[in-house]
């Protein structure tokens, strides 16, 4: 239940990203060096993010429906160095 308390209330509405090689996503050119904001609640609320997005569903998380999700579809905290602690790095 907390996994789908923080998807439908994530903590942050905003996350900054440094894109450190060019990439392409969804058809869109990314350029190295870039910086990318990410929208845990706007990617939650697509319906590409499973059926009815903006209800609770507190089953979303079992075991058998996680299955196959990518690691990444849902992402209350992100992965990987932010922003801030990549350009602090040596």
């Excluded at 090689?21 to 929208?39: K, T, Y």
């Excluded at 979303?60 to 790095?89: D, I, K, N, V």
Aim: cysteine-free; overall charge positive.
């Amino acid at each position: 239940m907390i996994e789908e308390s923080l998807r439908l209330y994530p903590p942050a509405y905003g996350m900054i990203r440094d894109v450190k090689e060019d990439d392409e996503i969804g058809g869109f050119r990314i350029p190295a060096r870039s910086m990318v904001i990410l929208s845990p609640y706007v990617t939650t609320a697509t319906p590409a993010s499973g059926p009815t997005p903006r209800r609770s569903t507190p089953t979303r998380f079992t075991p058998e429906r996680s299955a196959g999700r990518p690691r990444f579809a849902w992402y209350p905290f992100l992965g990987g160095p932010t922003s801030a602690s990549a350009r602090s790095s040596p």
